[in-house]
Structures are given as structure tokens and as C-alpha cells.
């Protein structure tokens, strides 16, 4: 994937992250309970992170040509799409599955740090 794909991605993640962050703090203020209102937050939270962190694998992605940050990229994107959308639906549904989902996409936003971390092992700055 080219660094502009990367950039795509990133910015699709935050600007959805944003839409959500807003729609949790001001059309789901007065429907979530509080515990639910912190699994939302959460979700959004690592959200903005990841997406945050696609923009790294962009930035990588033109430096480097190794397979490890393209899977660190496609990992950030699995852990986005699994950690916080089951977070969300937990959230908006309040059924308890849901929180079963999550741990899945969290060991994907982990496998991603390693591969990153993989990837820039033996370079030099």
C-alpha cells in the first residue's frame, strides 16, 4: 500500500472518530447510563490513537519498504475496526457479547505495535 492509502485510511479513522466522539457527548448524553457512556469514550479513544498511528505507518510506508509496517498498518486498522466498533455497539446496544468481541481487536492493535516495533529494529536514525 502507498503512503497516500495509508493517509486515506487515517484520515477516514479520525474524521469518523470525531463524528463519534461528538455524537457520544451530545446525542447520547441523556441515553447511555455511565458506564456505558466510558465504553463509548473508550472506543473513541483508541480510535483517534490508531488513527493517529496510520499516519506513522504513511510516514514509514515512504521511508521503508518492509512487509512489517504494512502488517503493523493493516493491524491498526483490524484493531480500529474490531476494538472500537465492538465498543460502540456494546455502548448503543448494552448486550454484553459485545465486550467478548473486544479483546480481539485489542491483541490486533497489539500485534501491530510489535510489528511496528519489528520493522524499526536495526535501523539507525
Known sequence: ?????????????MLTGVIAGAFGAHALKNSLSDPLKIV????????????????????????????????AGWAFTAGIVI??????????????TWGAVTPL????????WGWLLFALKNRSA
Open 105 to 112: 481487536g485489542g491483541l490486533a492493535f497489539l500485534f501491530g
Open 40 to 71: 463509548f469514550e473508550t472506543g473513541v479513544r483508541y480510535q483517534l490513537i490508531h488513527g493517529l498511528a496510520l499516519l506513522a505507518i504513511a510516514w514509514l510506508t515512504d521511508r521503508m519498504s518492509q512487509n512489517a509496517v504494512q502488517r
Open 83 to 96: 476494538f472500537s466498533g465492538s465498543l460502540y455497539a456494546l455502548a448503543l446496544t448494552g448486550t454484553p
Open 1 to 13: 500500500m502507498t503512503p497516500l492509502f495509508w493517509i486515506r485510511m487515517a484520515a477516514g479513522f
